[in-house]
């Protein structure tokens, strides 16, 4: 029998197989909530996707732009994803992802008073301001 690749496939099931989300269902989800576009039009989770469309899909604060490159039969390893999608997302997308994390972090909510000297040294840690010990003199 020969490994005969299909020439389309459902949307959310490409993205689940190429590993963009997690479970199908977050891809049925990120296209019905208007996440996710082929060629610059929102689609709906049974659309059928082709080799040599471009696909955008929006993870959060960064926006992915994906070229498919084949049709998978069924999930595949993350070392084969390079056959089926060409990854086009600029470095300046990621990084914004890692802004947003690194703010997270540092706000506090409103009314919760001073950092505790615990929650200030795992500050200090992440900004790289920890100061070393003064050596204790004999």
Do not use: H, Y
């Not at 490159?69 to 084969?80: D, E, M, T």
């Amino acid at each position: 029998m020969a490994d005969e690749t299909p020439l389309t496939d459902r949307i959310d099931k490409w993205l689940w197989a190429v590993r963009i989300f997690k479970t199908r269902a977050l891809a049925t989800e990120a296209c019905r909530a208007g996440f996710v576009e082929i060629n610059q039009l929102p689609v709906k989770p049974s659309r059928d996707v082709r080799g040599g469309e471009t696909i955008s899909v929006r993870q959060g604060v960064v926006m992915r732009t994906l070229v498919v490159r084949g049709i998978p039969l069924q999930r595949v390893g993350a070392s084969r994803v390079p056959e089926f999608c060409e990854d086009l997302t600029p470095a300046s997308e990621f990084e914004k992802a890692r802004v947003r994390s690194a703010v997270s972090v540092l706000a506090r909510p409103k009314g919760s008073g001073r950092p505790t000297k615990r929650e200030r040294r795992v500050l200090d840690q992440f900004l790289g301001d920890a100061e070393e010990p003064a050596p204790e003199e004999s």
